[in-house]
């Protein structure tokens, strides 16, 4: 993942084909090693493609999704209703004299006086 992670951002930063070069040297400047087979893999896996179609492509196939029983719209239903149940309840805060029964950070007992 950081080697694309890395691929992305160069091309982010307006290079268009990053070679495993300049991946190499922008982790190098992270200081982080690289797998030499990995990156030649991604970088040969990606050479002469449009990283942006790549991207929808595979946003596309992160949408599909299933399940059973009352479908999307009773679970989003379930959901609000959940999130609308839920009621957050502040810790209540006690005051405490710092001072107070303790020692000052002088050593000295009951704490608060002359030092």
Same mark, same amino acid.
């Given at each position: 993942? %950081? ?18 070069? *300049?991946?190499?040297?922008? /982790? ?6 690289? *797998?030499?087979? %990995? /990156? ?24 599909? =999704? ?43 007992? =009951? =704490?608060?006086? *002359?030092?």
């Amino acid at each position: 993942m %950081r080697h694309l992670a890395v691929y992305l951002m160069l091309v982010i930063g307006g290079n268009a084909a990053p070679t495993a070069e *300049d991946v190499t040297t922008a /982790l190098a400047a992270a200081g982080v090693e690289v *797998d030499a087979e %990995r /990156l030649a893999t991604l970088i040969t896996e990606l050479e002469g493609k449009d990283i942006n179609e790549l991207i929808e492509l595979g946003s596309k196939k992160l949408m599909v =999704g299933g399940g059973g029983g009352g479908g999307a719209a009773a679970g989003a239903a379930a959901t609000t209703e959940a999130v609308a149940e839920v009621k957050v309840e502040k810790p209540k805060e006690e005051e405490v004299d710092a001072l107070a029964g303790g020692m000052d950070m002088f050593g000295g007992e =009951g =704490g608060g006086g *002359d030092y």
